[in-house]
């Protein structure tokens, strides 16, 4: 079974702080993905990374960094929060392998800022 | 550019009632892969189906039906003899045979009422 855990359920920060979001998947994956979730707008990517140390920009990238130290493990930054990214945030895993691409996602984190 | 579309923002039946989700997509792409994902309260992204765009036989698990037609372009999705627990939102996602990000459809709210 795919397991991908976020570290939070629920966050509440304040404008201006620095918010770390951390996501891990047990699966080996190399992609892992991070998606805001928002009333009306679906699903959009933030940004992705191929492999450690990778990335790249997904849709909506502005106002967010990523981190892909290690393998497992893939954390979104956001270095002064603001209150427009008050969101629903995603992070998923796939393998790199042709055919075993299907994306599996982690529980999300509910983000308030205040 | 690749776009998913769910016309169909919220559907509510009765229990036991059979409903029909839409999904319309476009892509340039000759090969390409389709999703549904089931998003229930909780928050979690479940993965239901893939569909390879070269193999366009439906598929039935349980009481969920696929539907895909390539001339219309559309992946719609049957659940039979609905429940209180298929109350959810579903999500349609394509993605290209290259790529490793999906686009997702703006999501279809189902209320199943006893």
């Known amino acids: 079974d795919v397991k991908v855990t976020q570290s939070s359920r629920y966050l509440v920060k304040r404008t201006g702080e620095k918010v770390f979001l951390e996501c891990v998947q047990d699966?080996?994956?190399?992609?892992m993905f991070w998606y805001r979730q928002d009333p009306g707008l679906g699903l959009r990517l933030i940004y992705f990374?191929?492999?450690?140390?990778?990335?790249e920009k997904g849709d909506i990238p502005e106002g967010y960094s990523v981190s892909r130290e290690k393998k497992e493990r893939f954390s979104l930054i956001l270095e002064s929060a603001s209150t427009n990214q008050t969101s629903m945030y995603l992070c998923?895993?796939?393998?790199?392998?042709?055919?075993?691409?299907?994306?599996?996602f982690g529980p999300g984190t509910r983000l308030l800022v205040l | 550019a690749q776009k998913v579309t769910q016309a169909q923002t919220e559907i509510s039946v009765v229990e036991k009632e059979d409903v029909t989700l839409d999904c319309v997509y476009e892509?340039?792409?000759?090969?390409?892969?389709l999703f549904w994902y089931k998003q229930p309260p909780s928050g979690e992204l479940v993965f239901l189906i893939r569909?390879?765009?070269?193999?366009?036989q439906n598929e039935i698990s349980g009481r969920y039906s696929w539907n895909f037609q390539k001339s219309t372009s559309s992946f719609n999705f049957t659940i039979t003899a609905s429940q209180v627990v298929d109350s959810a939102v579903y999500f349609c996602?394509?993605?290209?045979?290259?790529?490793?990000?999906?686009?997702f459809g703006g999501g279809t709210r189902l209320m199943v009422k006893p």
């Open positions: 569909r390879n765009s070269f193999d366009e």
């Open positions: 998923a895993s796939s393998s790199h392998i042709a055919g075993l691409k299907t994306q599996y």
């Open positions: 990374s191929y492999d450690v140390k990778m990335k």
């Open positions: 892509t340039r792409d000759t090969t390409y892969y």
């Open positions: 996602a394509l993605r290209g045979n290259a790529g490793n990000m999906l686009t």
């Open positions: 699966m080996d994956h190399e992609n």
